[in-house]
């Protein structure tokens, strides 16, 4: 069994920044692709972003592409979404999510067999 545990969101103005944390247990974490989601009220949860087993490739959804950065540090088992320049739309509960297969890292929440309990993350205007 995977477990999935994020951190650090918060409420923030619009234009700041901040960086979410997701610690991964359970199996070999550095051979998973790992994802971000987010959820806001009254909508489907959708794709952030994405992360292949070695760092090296990334993917992102068009509305946070040069805005937020994901990023992963095998060591501490950990993934990291650093969000700048937020805006009031990207208010939402952020899941962590990790793959049924190693190296998906597609933007389907379907391949995604593991999630965390959410964070949420608040922009005022």
């Known amino acids: 069994q995977v477990q999935l545990v994020e951190s650090g969101g918060g409420l923030v103005q619009a234009g700041g920044s901040l960086r979410l944390s997701c610690t991964a247990s359970?199996?070999?974490?550095?051979?998973?692709?790992m994802g971000w989601f987010r959820q806001a009220p009254g909508k489907e949860r959708e794709f952030v972003a994405s992360?292949?087993?070695?760092?090296?490739?990334?993917y992102y959804a068009d509305s946070v592409k040069g805005r937020f950065t994901i990023s992963r540090d095998n060591a501490k088992n950990t993934v990291y979404l650093q969000m700048n320049s937020l805006k009031p739309e990207d208010t939402a509960v952020y899941y962590c999510?990790?793959?049924?297969?190693?190296?998906?890292?597609?933007?389907?929440?379907?391949?995604?067999?593991?999630w965390g309990q959410g964070t949420q993350v608040t922009v005022s205007s």
């Open positions: 359970g199996r070999t974490f550095s051979s998973y692709a």
């Open positions: 999510a990790a793959p049924r297969y190693s190296d998906y890292w597609g933007p389907s929440a379907n391949e995604y067999a593991y």
């Open positions: 992360i292949r087993w070695s760092g090296r490739s990334t």
